[in-house]
T-cell receptor, first 113, second 114 residues
Framework: TQLLEQSPQFLSIQEGENLTVYCNSS?????LQWYRQEPGEGPVLLVT?????EVKKLKRLTFQFGDARKDSSLHITAAQPGDTGLYLC?????????????FGTGTSLTVIP | KAGVTQTPRYLIKTRGQQVTLSCSPI?????VSWYQQTPGQGLQFLFE???????NKGNFPGRFSGRQFSNSRSEMNVSTLELGDSALYLC?????????????FGNGTRLTVT
């Protein structure tokens, strides 16, 4: 069983549409991070959310951390072809043996021009 | 500042062989983690090294091992390769232990086992 479940797994939309990706868990995390991975490359950090209820905006991307720090969402407004990629959420636990990262199952987004 | 460098980018091996992958972290980063990425399982944590010591380990068989050198460079070894080991292996480095610390990933080594 996955610690973090993302939905949807695949998403194909037209340019200009809005979308939301969800990352859900039954566990509480110290923080939650979102990464985007493009083909042939490693994941790149988009944002870290730390406080329950926190909302962060990165241009057309809006990230929200759930009040209980168990879930998160990523909303993209007016999607563009450049947004195409694999979106990964990662729950972070800070423990005495260092940070532990648990990655979600991923959402593969395709934005059609 | 140079990013995380992984070599080689591609590898083709046959079943039963062994393989060594290399990772050079960002300068100053002491934590290096390894992940296996497959379409069916997503990103699975292998192990993490900090100051030459394995600090955390994922749920992989003993055929998967690693080490870290004094300059923080890390290697991962897989012995007695199986078809199911075909995957993208990602290395990531991190600067410190805090809830805000990100993982900086390399572009991975694509391993194909035939």
């Amino acid at each position: 069983t996955q610690l973090l479940e993302q939905s949807p797994q695949f998403l194909s939309i037209q340019e200009g549409e809005n979308l939301t990706v969800y990352c859900n868990s039954s566990s509480v995390f110290s923080s939650l991070q979102w990464y985007r991975q493009e083909p042939g490359e490693g994941p790149v950090l988009l944002v870290t959310v730390v406080t329950g209820g926190e909302v962060k905006k990165l241009k057309r991307l809006t990230f929200q951390f759930g009040d209980a720090r168990k879930d998160s969402s990523l909303h993209i407004t007016a999607a563009q072809p450049g947004d195409t990629g694999l979106y990964l959420c990662a729950g972070v636990w800070v423990v005495d043996t260092g940070n532990q990262f648990y990655f979600g199952t991923g959402t593969s987004l395709t934005v059609i021009p | 500042k140079a990013g995380v460098t992984q070599t080689p980018r591609y590898l083709i091996k046959t079943r039963g062989q062994q393989v060594t992958l290399s990772c050079s972290p960002i300068s100053g980063h002491r934590s290096v983690s390894w992940y296996q990425q497959t379409p069916g399982q997503g990103l699975q944590f292998l192990f993490e090294y900090f100051s030459e010591t394995q600090r955390n380990k994922g749920n992989f068989p003993g055929r998967f091992s690693g080490r870290q050198f004094s300059n923080s460079r890390s290697e991962m070894n897989v012995s007695t390769l199986e078809l199911g080991d075909s995957a993208l292996y990602l290395c990531a480095s991190s600067p410190r232990d805090s809830k805000n610390s990100p993982l900086h990933f390399g572009n991975g080594t694509r391993l194909t086992v035939t």
